[in-house]
């Protein structure tokens, strides 16, 4: 199952501590090919990162949903239908 991160991109670069994947990677205490590999979906955030978001930013559940778990479906090829 993969996961769009999109939300969470759009979060990071629009909050003023965070600034940018490089200063989201800091804050968790990562690389940013670390980070990278998690917006890939070839790592997965841990439970530890997502709590400590969501209480650093006091963030809602229904944010925490949109952030990191927003289901990336596979596009359809009309022609195959």
Do not use: R
Request: glycine share 6%.
């Amino acid at each position: 199952m993969k996961f769009n991160y999109s939300k969470l991109i759009g979060f990071i670069y629009s909050n003023e501590k965070l600034k940018n994947k490089t200063g989201f990677a800091s804050y968790l205490g990562v690389t940013v090919q670390g980070l990278d590999a998690k917006l890939k979906g070839k790592a997965p955030f841990k439970q530890e990162e997502i709590a400590k978001i969501k209480k650093d930013f006091n963030l809602t559940p229904e944010e925490i949903d949109a952030y990191f778990f927003t289901f990336e479906f596979p596009k359809v090829n009309e022609e195959e239908l």
